[in-house]
């Protein structure tokens, strides 16, 4: 069995390494403008993006850049559809100017986190994206509420895993808080992609099979050590016989 999975990173985030990140993967999340970046940043990585083949997809956020947008809230639907709505318009305005398409989406930090538990949240989010354009791809753990969300609005799901976090026996990743949240080994993640590829299965922190499906891969571009770990990854990648490729809208 051939084995085709997108790599995605979250980009035009401030790190000082995207350029090396965007010769190693094929999809870039770029923040825009409320956890991090601004028009000028965004017209940057799109720009850069182009250059290199790179997909590109909105990565909105909760306004909240003293947190960077890792900071839970809670605030009406509307607000919400607003917001997604606002961040995912100016992104494709500044795509369009530079004659880029925009591939996908995917919300960022505790949006996205509570997105997966929240099916109301998860419902403004996708009907947010499905107003602007029905098109993208919507990024998404497989089990949770934002896939869900996004089938019910029509929209196409790419189901992520994470090749630099751990998981909890739900399911979930470790919290940040905690020391275990982050997997710094290259090459013990490489084992673990495969086998998520593989066999649908990741081993918890606690020791359980958990059940995923993976069809985009996200690193972080804030970790430090991503390119290092970008660039391994992906040689054991591709050295195992898988193929780094951009997920395609059937829409």
């Known amino acids: 069995m051939k084995l085709i999975v997108d790599l995605n990173a979250d980009l035009g985030e401030g790190s000082g390494h995207d350029d090396e990140l965007f010769e190693l993967i094929s999809s870039a999340n770029i923040a825009t403008g409320f956890h991090a970046g601004d028009s000028d940043t965004m017209h940057a990585a799109v720009s850069t993006a182009k250059e290199h083949g790179v997909a590109v997809g909105a990565h909105p956020s909760f306004f909240d850049r003293e947190n960077f947008g890792r900071k839970e809230q809670k605030i009406g639907n509307e607000e919400v559809f607003d917001a997604v709505a606002y961040q995912l318009g100016i992104f494709q305005a500044i795509a369009s100017a530079l004659d880029v398409r925009p591939n996908h989406v995917k919300p960022h930090g505790a949006l ?121 990854l992906r040689t054991q990648l591709e050295h195992e016989g898988v193929r780094i490729c951009v997920p395609k809208s059937t829409r």
């Not at 934002?146 to 976090?165: K, N, P, S, Y």
């Open 112 to 232: 996205y986190n509570m997105a997966v538990r929240d099916a109301e949240l998860a419902d403004v989010i996708a009907r947010a994206i499905a107003s602007v354009d029905a098109q993208l791809i919507l990024f998404a753990p497989d089990s949770g509420e934002l896939a869900r969300a996004g089938e019910a609005h029509e929209l196409q799901i790419a189901r992520e895993v994470f090749a630099d976090r751990n998981y909890l026996n739900d399911g979930w990743l470790v919290p940040r808080t905690r020391p275990d949240a982050l997997l710094h080994d290259p090459k013990k993640a490489a084992q673990r992609v495969l086998r998520m590829l593989r066999e649908g299965k990741v081993r918890s922190v606690e020791g359980r099979d958990v059940d995923v499906r993976g069809e985009t891969i996200c690193v972080h571009g804030d970790t430090p050590g991503a390119v290092e770990f970008a660039r391994e």
